[in-house]
């Protein structure tokens, strides 16, 4: 059952589904603009305004809606909502496999914000909490009353911050010459939404630029000059991205008129 737009068919329709999805739910009644979830004893009210809400902006993720306010009543919080203000500065860009999209919808984890990228990347937001990264949610920015584009522009701000006069390593000379990344903070990847930098460290590598992300540790930049080696590159490049815990793409980038490309080929 998909339920409608309206308030009171959302409302019912949680009160009928979750009882099914789990068994120690022994009641679920609405109290104003809250439902109480109760499980024996306790009983617990959630305010059902956000969850309408991310319902109303993604009515095909109705699943990772209820999984979610499943988790929340059992007390599941996750990162504690500190407001916008306060995590401004620690939201960073992260590259992910368009997969990701799939896998979370499987998970019923709840719709993360997010842009598609070039190739077969999306762009999504996040903040590293307790060693982890927390992905930024619809429900989130629209709790925050802030937009996707305030949330993009700070996190390329911060990623800008957080990458200058970073370490890179350069091996070779002239057209045998490579630019890699490998600061492993968890942005080094990333660092390909930065093309100013990219063009800086690579400032004395010929022909066009190609670069490589084979996974989130990791970012190669090296000249199309010598197809031989465009092809041997590209091969490791393949091998890095199947063996690492945080493989990204085997697709090729470059830099045309300072904005970031996908490579075509000579």
Known sequence: ??????????????????PELDESITDVQQVGTD??????DISLPIAIEPFERAYRRRPDAIDAVV???????KGEQGVPDLGYQTIAELIVPQLK??????????????????????ADLILTYAIRDRGRLSYLTETQIERWGV????VHEQAMRNLTAKSQDIPYHLAGKGSQQVVIFNVNDGLDAARLLLPDLIQQAARNIPGNLVIGIPNRDFMVVFSDDDPDRVTAVSLQITQDMRQHAHGLTTSLFT????EIRDYKGM
Do not use: H, K
């Open 1 to 18: 059952m998909t339920p409608s737009n309206e308030f009171d068919t959302f409302i019912a329709y949680l009160m009928t589904t979750l």
């Open 35 to 40: 439902i109480v979830v109760v499980r024996g």
């Open 67 to 73: 999984s979610t306010l499943l988790r929340v009543s």
């Open 97 to 118: 496999p368009i997969a990701l999209l799939v896998d979370m919808v499987d998970r019923g984890a709840e719709p993360i914000i997010y842009r598609l990228f070039l």
């Open 147 to 150: 937009s996707e584009q305030t």
């Open 255 to 258: 830099i045309t008129d300072g």
